[in-house]
């Protein structure tokens, strides 16, 4: 009887532990949408642990999503994350294919080549000054070629692919398939769960990034959202942020509160990661190990 | 046997094409910008060659006391957040395996690693709206508490603890994956042997779970001493403002300010280029002891 109720106890603790730790990370995140969904004229009786919107109201959304600066920029992010992660998905794979499933005379110079420039990384500068030579300033291209191919993640590839059976690709060969033949017709539709991991990777990397933007884009209308965001919420940069707003009443305008945009532009970038959270559970876990610490 | 070779390279054609845009791709977007860490050693010129200088740079650097209070700060940025954030992880992974039902255990696992997919400016954004000093929620325990408001983004004494937390709230749910994946690799009959044993749960957490981890803790202790120079670029970034920017100004801000705001290219190059050395040497020296000790190294 004794022993049964210490268990209970020592659970219950462990529970209300791992309870308090997940509201940490849900409560400012909902508070965050609580004050976006507030009326302008109520959220400022909002408590700052509040996750319940004071008053109900969709004005600020409607005044983030007509500002052509954030329109534009959803639209560039959406541009920069789906051509940069097919052009990821498709050096990479092609590459770690090479590597991992076929002999051919200096494949071990280049595994070497790959090691070294994976410790030696280049500085700041002249990553900078390169893009400025090439002329990609103010290019989506800058951002695109920046870790086109991401050596961590291709060895991770590589992993992935060495675990497709060597008899499939030998009947293949048998068959008189080419390399190229057997990589686009065998190796990836047999590796769909590998790509959609990897996918997951430089797409979430895509969707998150700012720095490069920050030094490489001065033309705003090449911005991607995070470096809007950025903008309003780290540099509080509220200039830019009311758009052509011709629906709006000048009252209207006095009344709108600034934080409360700044939270619905915080919670606009967010949602795409969430709709997409089931999958990156199921996938981007199960990489994250492979390439890491193996057992 | 040199025509074995020649005809192998020669049937190879397809996989040397295939590998092509990969090694032209390196070539200019690594090897050629690894080149150009010369730059270190030079004066720059818009227009006409760069111009050697030898250690001028770096004598400057190591003479200026900016310089050293950045290197002093990453430091101890770095030292804070490894004695006080790498074993949270640890921890987090023996309660998370703790929890038997299991509805519960996906709801916080799918909970705690969010942050970690979340962008720094969306993590810094949600720190600044928690840690308002008027109505952050952080305040509003505090003064729940009848403590007196605080302003940390703006504190000196508290700003590098706001950079720890911070990095606990992003990164503990999702680092301790991999000691969960330890966990579960645990053999049952051990925990069957120490309960027969009439072993408590704290002492099979105790003298089980925690010494079966060993490895993995070492592995990822020592790797992650090869990117201590790093102390966290994008976190900084993101939460620097004028007020605190004497406490958490690291590295990798100060050549960013220093090259691409102020446009001294060479001097940041040579700032890059001590910090880089560094690095290499920690990453060689940690790649090594781990091969050593554990048998798995960085590649």
């Known amino acids: ?295 | 046997m040199k025509k074995g070779i020649l005809k192998q390279i020669k049937s190879s054609w397809v996989l040397y094409l295939m590998l092509f845009p990969a090694l032209l791709y390196f070539s200019i977007f690594h090897v050629i910008p690894l080149f150009g860490m010369k730059l270190a050693f030079q004066d720059y010129r818009i227009i006409g060659d760069n111009v050697w200088v030898g250690w001028k740079h770096f004598k400057v650097l190591f003479s200026s006391p900016a310089f050293m209070d950045v290197l002093k700060n990453t430091i101890i940025i770095s030292v804070m957040k490894i004695v006080f954030f790498f074993p949270i992880p640890i921890l987090l992974s023996l309660l998370i395996n703790e929890v038997r039902i299991g509805k519960f255990r996906k709801y916080v696992q799918s909970i705690v690693y969010l942050p970690h997919f979340l962008s720094w400016v969306v993590i810094a954004g949600i720190w600044i709206t928690f840690l308002n000093p008027d109505d952050g929620g952080v305040n509003v325990i505090r003064n729940f508490f009848n403590m007196p408001s605080l302003d940390f983004m703006t504190s000196k004494d508290h700003i590098r603890w706001v950079l720890v937390f911070q990095e606990i709230w992003r990164s503990a749910g999702w680092d301790s994956i991999i000691y969960l994946a330890a966990i579960l690799k645990i053999s049952p009959s051990l925990y069957e042997a120490a309960k027969i044993d009439g072993a408590s749960k704290i002492q099979q957490m105790r003298y089980i779970t925690l010494p079966s981890l060993t490895s993995t803790i070492m592995t990822v202790f020592i790797l992650n001493l090869g990117f201590f120079m790093n102390a966290g670029f994008d976190q900084v970034f993101n939460m620097m403002n004028t007020s605190v920017i004497s406490v958490i100004d690291i590295l990798d801000t100060y050549v960013y300010r220093i090259g691409l705001i102020n446009g001294q290219y060479a001097y940041a190059t040579a700032a890059s280029l001590f910090k880089g050395v560094i690095g290499v040497i920690l990453i060689l020296s940690t790649h090594f002891i781990s091969k050593r000790f554990t048998g798995k190294g960085v590649w």
């Open chain 1, 1 to 295: 009887m004794n022993k049964l109720k210490k268990l209970s106890v020592s659970t219950i603790i462990i529970y209300s532990i791992l309870f308090l730790i997940s509201l940490t990370v849900l409560i400012p995140l909902l508070h965050l949408l609580a004050m976006s969904l507030s009326d302008p004229l109520k959220v400022h009786e909002l408590s700052g642990l509040g996750i319940i919107p004071e008053g109900f109201s969709l004005i600020n959304y409607k005044i983030l999503l007509s500002n052509p600066l954030i329109i534009k920029s959803i639209f560039n992010t959406l541009f920069i994350t789906i051509v940069g992660t097919a052009l990821n998905l498709l050096l990479t794979a092609m590459t770690a294919y090479v590597l991992a499933r076929t002999k051919f005379p200096g494949r071990k110079l280049v595994m070497i080549f790959l090691i070294v420039i994976m410790v030696f990384e280049p500085g700041l500068i002249p990553e900078y000054l390169l893009v400025k030579d090439l002329g990609l300033l103010d290019t989506y291209a800058s951002l695109i070629l920046y870790k086109t191919i991401n050596i961590f993640y291709l060895f991770i590839m590589m992993r992935f692919f060495e675990d497709v059976p060597e008899s499939i690709l030998e009947a293949a060969r048998m068959d008189g398939a080419g390399h190229f033949r057997i990589f686009t017709k065998i190796m990836l539709p047999l590796s769909k769960p590998a790509l959609a991991t990897m996918g997951l990777f430089y797409g979430v990397y895509h969707w998150n990034e700012y720095f490069r933007a920050t030094i490489y884009l001065t033309d705003t209308d090449k911005w991607p959202l995070q470096l809007v965001l950025r903008q309003f919420v780290v540099e509080r940069d509220n200039t830019s942020m009311l758009g052509a707003q011709n629906f709006l009443s000048y009252e209207q305008i006095a009344a709108l509160d600034f934080a409360s945009l700044q939270a619905g532009t915080i919670i606009i970038s967010i949602v795409p990661l969430l709709l997409l959270y089931p999958l990156i559970l199921k996938y981007y876990a199960k990489g994250a190990l492979e390439g890491g610490v193996k057992d």
